[in-house]
């Protein structure tokens, strides 16, 4: 009887790698855009805290990056 510890992991191809650390940005701008969404319901509406700020800007780095790696794997300028 074969058990699931004895069944072989799939072979990390760099395809496969890049998968994953796309599904885990991806997962991470949505927790930053949901963080966001709640500061903004928080906030009043004429101003915006410093936090929200801060998490939009986060937000912008997280996806920048993910725009530019994803456009430097495919070779595109």
Not at 24 to 32: F, G, I, N, R, V
Not at 36 to 45: D, E, G, P, Q, T
């Amino acid at each position: 009887m074969k058990t699931s510890d004895s069944t072989p992991a799939p072979a990390e191809t760099p395809a496969n790698q890049q998968e994953q650390r796309a599904a885990k940005e991806s997962a991470d701008l949505l927790k930053l855009a949901t963080e966001l969404k709640a500061a903004v319901a928080k906030s009043s509406k004429d101003t915006l805290s410093l936090a929200v700020i801060r998490k939009a800007d986060e937000i912008e780095r997280v996806a920048r990056g993910m725009k530019d790696r994803y456009r430097a794997d495919a070779g595109v300028n």
